[in-house]
């Protein structure tokens, strides 16, 4: 077996350094576990970034990965595949949207499409702003970027692609602000994953829509992080009964698997035309036979409803320690997109979890967050929630909050 010491030399000397350098090497997942090198076992609350909704190597998902990759792996959009209509008309028929979808390969392509579709839309009319959220993410390209509301991932990379207006989350007058007559569309997550478990306010997005719809603006949402079951609708704007002009999906589209997508309205369906967008790898057999598979797991075994339940009864342990400890402040969840407030930086704290075998990931500095995959038992809510009892109360240096049964 290669060590892990092994494992990390070579990766230190040949990949670039886009992220600190991890400490684990996992080479193995089932369900709601991985594990390491080393043979240790870790829950994991991260699943590869909210990518792992039906939990890692469902058996279904393997399954129609291992069939479609010895069918037919690629052969470009010059062609048909058996899945690519199908996948479409379900992403369509799930939002309600009742449009048509581009397939791409990734959250930030994704965006990209939607960008790219508003200043076609608007092209003829002089519209082509796109206005998005402070404190948004929407992925690394150079539009997307643009798009991302925090300076901090655009430092360096100026000058920033122009014809991006930024506005406030839930503050319809800061949105009011930065309309005007060149404003193509406006973009906004239905949660903010990377910006801290925010949720868009029905009310705003109530608001977003009528205002989109009195000043002739395209609505769009970015579900790359809150779609496909997670925050207990199938997509985070189904919450406020809005429906976008159109929205974005990659993450856990694929289980994995690279894919993301654009669903789109009528309106929008035949905007783009031949030779207007592309993507090689888009809408690949493989890439749509692992996506149809994820999307009949999650309706099969009920996960949106059981994203509803689940996190509402991790929320309810978390609460918990709110009270009971100094440096715990809030809990904030949508189904099982869960952040657990800190008064201080909050990588500490999952690394301690990490070493006691809870995967988490810190996100706006502060907030510990949690995206277990939605099949997840009861009884491993409950062995988390004992785990972060046991690293608060380490943090702090008192004793456990619950008591030991
Ligand atoms: C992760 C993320 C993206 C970017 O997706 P990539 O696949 O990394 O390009 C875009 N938007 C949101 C909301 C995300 O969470």
Redesign the pocket.
Known sequence: MTTSADIKTKYQSYVIPTYATPNLVLVKGKGSRVWDNDGKVYMDFVGG??CQNVGHCHPKVTEAIQNQAAKLVHVSNLYMNEHHGVLAEKLSTLSGLGGKCFFC???????EALIKLARLWGSDEGKYEIISMKN??????LA?LAATGQTKYQDGFEPIPEGFLYADLNDLASVKKVVSGRTAAILV?AV???GGILKASDEFMKELRALCDEKNILLFC?????GMGRTGHWFGFQASGVKPDAF?L??SLGSGY?I?AIVTNQKLADIFQPGKHASTFGGSPLACAAALATIHVIEDEKLVARATEAGRIFAEGLLEFVGAYEHVKEVRQQGLMIGLVLDQPAKGLCQTLAEMGLLSIPTAENIVRFLPPLNIKDSDINEALDIIDDALADMHGVERAADEE
Request: with cysteine; aromatic share 4%; proline share 3%.
């Open positions: 970034i909210a390969n990734c959250g930030a392509t994704a965006n948004s993410f929407h992925g690394r390209t997307a997550e903010q994953g990377e970015d579900e790359v992080q809150c974005s990659a993450k690279p993301g």
